[in-house]
């Protein structure tokens, strides 16, 4: 009888041993086929920490759609590969990532990520998506990120090769966040073109993404770096900014319309009525801004008034709306050093 107890007992030690044996063995890390780039604009759509996986054409489409598709995804074979997608949990735009798969057990994986970016950069959401090996339905994805805050170094004015130089007196400009380049830069809408502060960094008030603003200063194109650099001798911020290709269109220009609150431009706005002045019609349903912006009292929804001012035309590339930036131009109307305004 002891005997018989004493081999119960042994397989019972033997069979604990082996399962716990089992939970530490070490898997090789596993190879990851493709990393697509980070994608920003997705919304919300799974929680923060989330990996989703993907073994079909038809589940990605049904999560995204077509508009975040990568020419990567066309043509995979799901039957060779997964597709992973996660959101990462701290609200920043990237400068960098450092992507890795391991195996932690049966249908449980561990996706680490090294995240670099730079402590000023502009909050979004990021998502990271990549192409793995087939992965069984029903694995669990645990994310692991890393954080690494960089730091900016300012750039230097000097050129080994100095291809152009010339002064910049009060030009309109915006600060945009170009993530090509993962720095705030200046881009000066009469050229079209993006500088970088390069005698300093730019003040902490003026790091903002699509700020207006007005700036002097010295011009480099330099030869041996490519790149454009600006040694600003003055900045200040702008209520409404100069539209590229801006033109005054008449000097005193009455129109009559209907005053509404713009979420494209964050302002109230004055969609006019049909209108025909000098042979040109100025069609029903225009969008005109206004600089100074339209005073507080005339800021109500449906309020049809009558406006006479300075109008000028001008275009602006579509940084609010739904297209990339640096897409199309649209056509901006703007009253500037406008006098009257009646209720109709």
Not at 34 to 54: Q, R, S, W
Not at 210 to 227: F, M, N, R, T, Y
Not at 250 to 265: I, P
């Amino acid at each position: 009888m002891k005997r018989i107890i004493f081999i119960l007992l042994f397989g019972v030690v033997f069979l604990g041993c082996s399962e716990k044996d089992d939970n530490k063995t070490v898997y090789p890390e596993m190879n990851i086929v493709k990393i697509l780039p980070t994608h920003y604009e997705m919304g919300d759509v799974f929680k923060i920490g989330d990996v989703k996986l993907f073994n079909s054409e038809e589940e990605l489409q049904d999560v995204l759609g077509s508009r975040y598709w990568d020419k990567d995804l066309v043509n995979l074979d799901y039957q060779k590969y997964t597709v992973l997608l996660g959101r990462m949990g701290s609200k920043v735009v990237v400068k960098s990532l450092e992507h890795s798969l391991k195996k932690l057990g049966d249908k449980k994986y561990e996706y680490s990520l090294n995240m670099y970016y730079y402590k000023d950069a502009p909050n979004q959401t990021a998502f990271f998506m990549s192409v793995v090996e087939k992965l069984p339905t029903n694995s669990r994805v645990l994310l692991k990120v890393k954080e690494t805050i960089l730091k900016r170094q300012p750039k230097s004015c000097n050129c080994n090769n100095k291809e152009e130089e010339k002064n910049l007196n009060n030009e309109p400009a915006t600060i945009i966040y170009n993530r090509k380049y993962n720095d705030y830069m200046i881009f000066l809408l009469n050229n079209q073109t993006y500088y970088y502060s390069c005698n300093e960094s730019l003040p902490k008030e003026y790091i903002q993404d699509e700020l207006p603003v007005v700036v002097s200063g010295v011009l480099k194109k330099c030869a041996d770096s490519g790149d454009f650099r600006l040694n600003i001798i003055s900045i200040s911020k702008e209520e409404c900014f100069k539209s590229y290709n801006e033109k005054l269109e008449k000097k005193q220009f009455a129109l009559k319309g209907v005053v509404k609150y713009s979420d494209f431009y964050k302002e109230y706005i004055l969609v006019s009525e049909e209108k025909k002045e000098g042979g040109k019609y100025y069609y029903e349903g225009m969008e005109n801004l206004f600089c100074p912006n339209l005073d507080s009292k005339f800021c109500k929804e449906g309020l049809k008034i009558s406006v006479e001012g300075e109008y000028y035309i001008g275009e602006e590339y579509d940084y609010k709306g739904s297209k990339p930036k640096g897409g199309a131009l649209i056509s901006v109307f703007r009253f500037r050093n406008y006098k009257a305004i009646k209720i109709e």
